[in-house]
Nanobody, 125 residues
Framework: VQLQASGGGLVQAGGSLGLSCAASGRTFSEYAMGWFRQAPGKEREFVAAISWSSGSTYYADSAKGRFTISRDNARTTVFLQMNSLKPEDTAVYYC???????????????????WGQGTLVTVSS
C-alpha cells in the first residue's frame, strides 16, 4: 500500500491539528494503520494505531486523552486528531501500515512495512 500523509503545520500550544493519511494500492480495510513521530535528535516513536478488523485503537501514554486515531475504509484514509498540543509534540509525523498477519505488533516501528513520507507538526509555546 502507498501512503501519503498530510495536515501538518504550525500551531500554538493548546491548539488542535488534524492529520490525514491517504492510502492506495491494496485493500485498505485489511491494513492495520499506525502513526509515529520523530523529533529532532530522537528516535521514531509510536503515537497511535488502529487495527484492521475491529478498529481497536491503541495509544502511547503521551497521546492518551489528547489524540484520537480513526479510519474511514471507504475513503481509504486514516486520521489523527490532535488536541491540547504541547511543544513536546513537535515532530515529523509518519503514518504506517501493515497487512493482516498472524503476528501483530502495532506499536513497533519494525513491524510496519509501508510508510508515508511524513508531515511536520510544530507546536509553539
Amino acid at each position: 500500500v502507498q501512503l501519503q500523509a498530510s495536515g501538518g503545520g504550525l500551531v500554538q500550544a493548546g491548539g488542535s491539528l488534524g492529520l490525514s493519511c491517504a492510502a492506495s494500492g491494496r485493500t485498505f480495510s485489511e491494513y492495520a494503520m499506525g502513526w509515529f513521530r520523530q523529533a529532532p535528535g530522537k528516535e521514531r516513536e509510536f503515537v497511535a494505531a488502529i487495527s484492521w478488523s475491529s478498529g481497536s485503537t491503541y495509544y502511547a501514554d503521551s497521546a492518551k486523552g489528547r489524540f484520537t486515531i480513526s479510519r474511514d475504509n471507504a475513503r481509504t484514509t486514516v486520521f489523527l486528531q490532535m488536541n491540547s498540543l504541547k511543544p513536546e509534540d513537535t515532530a515529523v509525523y509518519y503514518c504506517a501500515g501493515h497487512g493482516r498477519s498472524a503476528i501483530v505488533a502495532l506499536t513497533s516501528t519494525e513491524w510496519y512495512d509501508s510508510w508515508g513520507q511524513g508531515t511536520l507538526v510544530t507546536v509553539s509555546s
